[in-house]
């Protein structure tokens, strides 16, 4: 029974549904009334702002919104890979969110269980990666990558040709074939094969160097996005709300750096009020009404009668500097993460400020880990990875219930605070108090708390051995021993020792 149990979750498909049945008669009638198509768009597909006013966000999804995406998707690499603002915003949820990676921790209920699959799933991370260039963390951080700037991750669930082990390739989402549409049943959308339900059946993937296009069974990718409507189909690039920001941004620096050039070009303009014509009253070379290199430091001269002089003020320069501080400003608020993470300007900041701007920023980032990165890619490889196991007689499975051997616990890394002492303090009352496991404390540093507990065992055994006790960073005897130092370096420091029993009296 368990063995036919993983079967049917993994290779199962859900029985068909009754088209009558899959909507409401409030939701046919509305589906009926959808908006014209030449209504909904992306703002960020666009050449320019504003939008018309007789055009509305995507909210329903639709063909516009879909032609908008490959448009979208290819600013936002662009934007991601040459401007330096929407690099680091992106690489601010990636190191946050992912950091070194995202632990796993079996939640089975017997013990042996857990630290058997604990110990295997810890070498199979080390070898997920189907090209063999990173491992599983870093197969989260690539697939994070892809969701933010290209609005939707894909990734293939693979078998070893050697051992028929599990493992996992990052597929670009350019590869989603887009024109793959069709109303029949089961319908295609941009590329998404749907039952009446709207459950993912297949995902048609175009192969490499062709616009020829497979059908991929479902249960052999993983479609991870951040969904912003109940009935999107494809993600959206987390930058489209701010690429126009930053377009406009790069256009604001060139015409401030162009400014600043051609303020540095003028010194001040001489005027001949009585416009007679006489020779100018500084050195320097002049071609044509520009005089060049006409003053010098200490330099003081008297201009003749009529000839005044106004020196350039580049007000404008001043002003547009402003506005670049207040486009940053909008272009961290449309990625949701505070500006200091996307300036790197912390002249303003405070102990206070940084805190309180992270704690938003922390709430968001638990929001997509445990709403999006968990439910759509790490539990479906886990329980991919650990059937796969069971089925090849890799892991002996103990009889019991179906969920609890399968169920995990996911601990993102700990995210440091401004101040690395009381994040500790607090984090030792956390455990000291139970509001927080030892298990738990653990693993959010990356390790497994069997594996830690084991290190220090064999810490305290060969430290027992040598009679040694480490704590203020001192070599320390313990009692009933006698240590004798047998050399020292130059600088007195212990090269060795030796340590005796004192034996009882």
């Known amino acids: 029974m368990l063995l036919d149990g993983l079967k049917n979750l993994v290779f199962g ?4 549904v009754n088209p009558a049945e899959r909507l409401d008669p409030v939701l046919e009638r509305e589906q009926g009334r959808a908006t014209p198509l030449s209504e909904r768009m992306l703002e960020a597909a666009s050449l320019k702002r504003p939008i018309p006013g007789d055009h509305v966000s995507p909210f329903e999804w639709s063909r516009q919104a879909e032609a908008g995406l490959t448009t979208v998707r290819q600013r936002a690499r662009h934007s991601y890979q040459n401007n330096a603002y929407a690099h680091n915003g992106v690489d601010a949820w990636i190191a946050n969110t ?3 990676g995202i632990n796993a921790s079996s939640a089975a209920p017997d013990a042996d269980t857990r630290q058997m699959i604990g110990e295997r799933f810890t070498r199979w991370c080390e070898v997920a990666d189907s090209d063999g260039r990173t491992d599983f963390f870093g197969i989260q ?3 994070f990558q892809d969701v933010v700037v290209a609005g ?3 990734v293939a669930l693979l078998s070893d040709p050697l051992n028929g082990a599990l493992r996992l390739k990052i597929l670009p989402p350019e590869r989603l074939d887009s024109s793959k549409n069709s109303e029949a049943n089961p319908r295609i959308v941009a590329g998404v094969e749907m039952d009446a339900n709207d459950r993912r059946l297949a995902y048609w993937i175009t192969q490499p160097n062709s616009y020829a296009s497979i059908r991929v069974p479902a249960e052999s990718i993983l479609h991870v996005f951040k969904a912003s409507a109940p009935s999107q ?4 690039s987390w930058l489209a709300p701010v690429l126009l920001n930053l377009n406009e941004e790069d256009g604001l620096r060139d015409a401030l750096l162009m400014a600043a050039r051609i303020s540095a070009c003028f010194a001040g303009f001489l005027t001949d009020q009585n416009t007679n014509g006489g020779p100018i009253p500084f050195d320097g070379v002049q071609t044509g009404s520009t005089l060049v290199g006409g003053l010098e430091p200490g330099q003081i ?3 003749p009668s009529g000839m005044s002089i106004q020196w350039a003020q580049p007000a404008a320069v001043k002003q547009g500097i402003e506005l670049a501080k207040l486009t940053i400003e909008a272009v961290a608020s449309g990625l949701g993460c505070p500006a200091h993470l996307v300036s790197s300007d912390l002249s303003n900041a405070n102990y206070s400020s940084l805190r309180a701007g992270l704690v938003e920023f922390r709430q968001r980032i ?5 709403h999006v990165l968990v439910p759509q890619l790490l539990s479906p490889i886990w329980k991919r990875w650990l059937i796969g196991e069971y089925l090849s007689g890799a892991i002996d499975l103990p009889r019991g219930d179906l969920e609890s051997l399968l169920a995990v616990n996911w601990y993102p890394p700990a995210l440091p605070w401004v101040d690395p002492l009381k994040d500790l303090q607090s984090e030792v009352l956390a ?3 139970g509001l927080k496991s030892r298990r738990q404390a653990v693993a959010e540093r990356g390790y497994s708390v069997e594996q830690l507990d084991e290190e220090i065992a064999q810490d305290n055994a060969r430290e027992g051995r040598l009679g040694l006790v480490f704590g203020d960073g001192t070599v320390t005897p313990r009692p009933n021993t006698q240590t004798r130092v047998l050399e020292y370096d130059a600088e007195g420091r212990i090269l060795r020792f030796e340590t005796r029993n004192i034996p009882d009296a």
């Not at 498909?13 to 068909?16: E, L, N, Q, T």
């Not at 189909?233 to 959206?236: A, C, E, M, N, Q």
């Open 13 to 16: 498909r859900a029985a068909a």
């Open 141 to 143: 951080t690539t697939a």
């Open 98 to 100: 992912i950091g070194a």
């Open 233 to 236: 189909v494809r993600g959206i």
């Open 366 to 370: 638990e929001q997509v880990q445990f």
């Open 152 to 154: 939707e991750s894909l």
């Open 431 to 433: 455990v000291s108090s």
């Open 301 to 303: 001269k008297v201009l």
